[in-house]
Antibody, heavy 118, light 110 residues
Framework: EVQLVESGGGLVQPGGSLRLSCAPS????????MTWVRQAPGKGLEWVAN????????YYMDSVKGRFTISRDNAQNSLYLQMSSLRVEDSALYYC???????????WGQGTLLTVSS | QSALTQPASVSGSPGQSITISCTGT?????????LSWYQQHPGTAPKLLIF???NRPSGVSNRFSGSKSGNTASLTISGLQAEDEADYYC??????????FGGGTKLTVL
């Protein structure tokens, strides 16, 4: 069974940093693109970043470029999102998702909550 | 990055059919067949319903169908059931390196 488990969320002050992790299981992680999606409380889904199988291609939404870095460790079976210069508007539930079918997300984690507040 | 345009809400009675639209531009919806739809019940992760405009993953009911015309994609739910009450999101490529969700549509089953 495919599973994605996010961790690392918490309360951070504006301007702070945090790293989110996603632990995949039940599939060959190294063969899939992976994506981070976020959802602010009561709001819609927002695509944040994605990364290809070997980490050589990474793409970001405009508002996080230069502040967030997506990465992966295929040997350790892990996906990461390093976030810095955090803003109140970055507060959200962050999901990791597998790009399991062409250009779509067939598996999602349950999310990890980031709250940016002073 | 602006979201794709979806109606904020739609409603229908059990047994009826409803359609949710997703409007973009030639740079996203109209330019790619990489259009997918997701269902999200409160407090749960999204679930993939449709990918590549009209393809259903294994296990998704054939009551859900997708289509596209120009810059607008559509999700149709036929034989509406109480369990279909949820939020629905479209998703598309935008240029070769960016992706974008729709703003979401809340479906109410009357």
């Amino acid at each position: 069974e495919v599973q994605l488990v996010e961790s690392g969320g918490g309360l951070v002050q504006p301007g702070g940093s945090l790293r989110l992790s996603c632990a995949p299981s039940g599939f060959t992680f190294s063969t899939y693109w992976m994506t981070w999606v976020r959802q602010a409380p009561g709001k819609g889904l927002e695509w944040v970043a994605n990364i290809n199988q070997d980490g050589s291609e990474k793409y970001y939404m405009d508002s996080v470029k230069g502040r967030f870095t997506i990465s992966r460790d295929n040997a350790q079976n892990s996906l990461y999102l390093q976030m810095s210069s955090l803003r109140v508007e970055d507060s959200a539930l962050y999901y990791c998702a597998r790009d399991g079918v062409p250009a779509a997300f067939d598996s999602w984690g349950q999310g990890t909550l980031l709250t940016v507040s002073s | 990055q602006s979201a794709l345009t979806q109606p904020a809400s739609v409603s229908g009675s059990p047994g009826q059919s409803i359609t949710i639209s997703c409007t973009g531009t030639s740079s996203d919806v109209g330019g790619y067949n990489y259009l997918s739809w997701y269902q999200q019940h409160p407090g749960t992760a999204p679930k993939l319903l449709i990918f590549e405009v009209y393809n259903r993953p294994s296990g998704v009911s054939n009551r859900f169908s997708g289509s596209k015309s120009g810059n607008t994609a559509s999700l149709t739910i036929s034989g509406l059931q109480a369990e279909d009450e949820a939020d629905y999101y479209c998703f598309s490529y935008r240029n070769d390196t960016t992706r974008v969700f729709g703003g979401g549509t809340k479906l109410t089953v009357l």
